[in-house]
């Protein structure tokens, strides 16, 4: 009988980065948002390794008259793109 575990095991080998600054972009914008860590993870009923992200998004700038909806949007829109960084194409998202 399988023990279940959520089919979740930490990896032994982890990257642990402690509030990263997300990479720079095109545009000189503050950041959107932090990583708080970036951990990765073996999946092992699909025998896959993944990364696991915890971020913290960050609220607009003080004294920019900003639409909340929009900058969430751009908020999610950059961690995507940070996310997806360094992926080969064989890899599954």
Request: hydrophobic letters at 30%.
């Amino acid at each position: 009988m399988e023990q279940n575990d959520d089919n979740l095991t930490p990896n032994m080998a982890q990257d642990n980065r402690q509030s990263s600054p997300p990479p720079p972009t095109t545009s000189p914008s503050p950041p959107r948002f932090t990583v708080e860590e970036e951990q990765t993870r073996l999946y092992r009923r699909f025998n896959a390794q993944g990364m696991q992200l915890t971020v913290r998004l960050l609220p607009p700038p003080e004294g920019q008259d900003s639409n909340p909806m929009s900058h969430f949007l751009d908020s999610v829109t950059e961690l995507f793109d940070y996310a997806l960084r360094d992926l080969e194409d064989s890899v599954m998202v």
